[in-house]
Antibody, heavy 126, light 112 residues
Framework: EVQLVQSGAEVKKPGESLKISCKASGYSFTSYWIGWVRQMPGKGLEWMGIIYPGDSDTRYSPSFQGQVTISADKSITTAYLQWSSLKASDTAMYYC???????????????????WGKGTTVTVSS | QSALTQPASVSGSPGQSITISCTGTSSDVGGYNYVSWYQQHPGKAPKLMIYDVSNRPSGVSNRFSGSKSGNTASLTISGLQADDEADYYCSSYTSSSTPYVVFGGGTKLTVL
């Protein structure tokens, strides 16, 4: 069974660092891109960025560039999302998802997200 | 960046059909056939319902269908059932100096 298992809920203080994880199983981890999506309380979905675990090629949404870091460890089929200094506005649910991507003439096209993790709740409060 | 535009809410009675629209621009919905639709029940992760404008993943009911005309994509649910009550989000690839994925603001479907 193809699945993405995310790490548990986190409660942090402003200024602290954090790294959440997304462990993949049931498919070739290095052959698919993994994306991250934010959902703030009561709000909609926001695409943050993606990583190709095969070579760690990483791309970010303009809104999240420089705010978070996406990484992956293919030896343990796990992708990560991390913050170096959390803010209260980072309070949200974060989902990882497998994303279909194709490259045509050096341009990457991002398709659908077909397998989702259950999400990790991050609460940042003093 | 601007989200795709969806109605905040739609409603319908069991057995009826409803359509949710998703309006973008020629840089996203209108320019590419990479529109997807997701269903999200309260407290749950999103689930892919439609990809590439009109394709259904294996296991998704054929009561769900997608289409596109110009800069507007649509999700139609026929034969409404109680379990269809959920939030629905559209998404699309968007071209820019840094390509990315943009989501709609979401539509709350109420089954009366």
């Amino acid at each position: 069974e193809v699945q993405l298992v995310q790490s548990g809920a986190e409660v942090k203080k402003p200024g602290e660092s954090l790294k959440i994880s997304c462990k993949a199983s049931g498919y070739s981890f290095t052959s698919y891109w993994i994306g991250w999506v934010r959902q703030m309380p009561g709000k909609g979905l926001e695409w943050m960025g993606i990583i190709y675990p095969g070579d760690s090629d990483t791309r970010y949404s303009p809104s999240f560039q420089g705010q978070v870091t996406i990484s992956a460890d293919k030896s343990i089929t796990t992708a990560y999302l991390q913050w170096s200094s959390l803010k209260a506005s980072d309070t949200a649910m974060y989902y990882c998802a497998r994303q279909r991507v194709t490259q045509v003439n050096k341009v990457y096209y991002y398709y659908s997200m077909d397998v989702w993790g259950k999400g990790t709740t991050v609460t940042v409060s003093s | 960046q601007s989200a795709l535009t969806q109605p905040a809410s739609v409603s319908g009675s069991p057995g009826q059909s409803i359509t949710i629209s998703c309006t973008g621009t020629s840089s996203d919905v209108g320019g590419y056939n990479y529109v997807s639709w997701y269903q999200q029940h309260p407290g749950k992760a999103p689930k892919l319902m439609i990809y590439d404008v009109s394709n259904r993943p294996s296991g998704v009911s054929n009561r769900f269908s997608g289409s596109k005309s110009g800069n507007t994509a649509s999700l139609t649910i026929s034969g409404l059932q109680a379990d269809d009550e959920a939030d629905y989000y559209c998404s699309s690839y968007t071209s820019s100096s840094t390509p990315y994925v943009v989501f709609g603001g979401g539509t709350k479907l109420t089954v009366l």
